[in-house]
């Protein structure tokens, strides 16, 4: 490959993979809470909620403190204890840490080398009479294979999780992810398309379920200490509650969930900054035989764009060549089976193996600007091996 001729342009910052992003609503609305004097989980947290499902077409929304949590606690009402998963390695090690603290055995299977997503074919081999549930993660927020995840699930009497860390908003033949599975988990971490700090959040719509959850997120408690203080029935005895089972402390508060509301109402044009981002790094990209771009939209599938991720031969060399043009970039993720933790469930998955060693995630932030997706593309098209 020969150096083009013409300099790279200058610029005077570096530029992070990620960052948050928030506008002074967001800053007046946690202004509000403290003001309010009701900084644990109370009206903003039952808002958020209310606002999340309608949002999702979900029919219950429950929140938590984490993404982590909600695997956690979906796993929990799934009833896998004692069998086995069926998940992705391609993931963070919180999806499958989930399936641990459940006292469950992780089975993995590989992926399509096109999108990251998990293998239908590669699920349905792995299947035995102790397959309890499939998780399945919407890697990037393009959304898997579910037409085909939920034939298999539903001919095997399974139950679908799934993981949409980086697909809030995100949709699948027109019905938006949090609608479709019986549990959808969504994370609110810092970076995420909609960010709170940290947070996570369960879409469901069985009853049943969302009152255990409500219980287990909260120590095992059956009335939380909002309603306790709501309750004017009771207003002799409001500090009185029961505890049935053993639950945990996974709650989240309203300082979070105010945020959340703002992030929430902003997040379809967040959504469409990161799209539109996608899409020049897309064109820009075009004409490099020698990088595989990811795919940012298919028929009838809208994607959050949480992450844009190429792939490579030399990903290391690149990442280092912008890392010296102040770009850093990151690598999602190194295979959940290849750590100690998950070594005794390792597997040979080939496709997992193969594409985790060239994938290089370029900055993305509905902040970046176009000119620093220029600055970006301008630095790849001249790096030479």
Known sequence: ????????????????????????????????????GWWGQGPKTIEFEKQFAEFTGAKMAVSLNSATAALHLALAVAGVE?????????????????????????????????????????IERKITPKTRAIIVVHYGGYPADLDRIYDIANHHS?????????AAGSSYHGKPIGSIAPLTCFSFHPV?????????????????????????????????TWIRS???????YSWEYDVAELGYKYHTNDINSAIALVQLKRLPETNARRREIAHLYDEGLRELDWIQRPIIHGDDMVSAQHNY????????????????????????????????????????????EREW?????????????????????????????
């Open 1 to 36: 490959m020969t150096l083009p001729q013409i300099p790279i342009q200058k610029i005077d910052h570096s530029i992070p993979v990620f960052r948050p992003y928030s506008t002074e609503e967001e800053v007046e609305s946690v202004a509000e809470v403290l003001r309010s």
């Open 158 to 166: 399974l139950t679908v999780i799934e993981d949409a860390a980086h």
């Open 309 to 352: 991720v190429i792939r490579l031969d030399e990903r290391d060399k690149l990442g280092a060549w912008l890392h010296e043009h102040r770009v850093a970039t990151g690598m999602h993720y190194i295979p959940n089976h290849l750590h100690e933790l998950y070594k005794p469930y390792a597997t040979p998955l080939p496709v997992t």
């Open 357 to 385: 060693t060239r994938l290089l995630t370029l900055p993305l932030y509905p902040a970046l600007t176009d000119g620093e997706v220029n600055y970006i593309l301008d630095v790849i098209r001249h790096y030479h091996a």
């Open 230 to 236: 709501r309750d004017k029935d009771a207003s002799q």
């Open 82 to 122: 004692g069998g086995e998963v069926i998940t992705t390695s391609m993931t963070f090690v919180s999806t499958n840490h989930a399936i641990l603290y459940n006292d469950a055995t992780p089975v993995f299977a590989d992926i399509q080398a096109n999108t990251l997503n998990l293998d239908p074919d590669d």
């Open 192 to 224: 995420k398309n909609l960010a709170t700090g940290d947070g996570g959040m369960i879409t469901l719509d069985n009853e049943e379920w969302d009152a255990k959850l409500r219980r287990l997120r909260w120590v095992g408690i059956n009335k939380d």
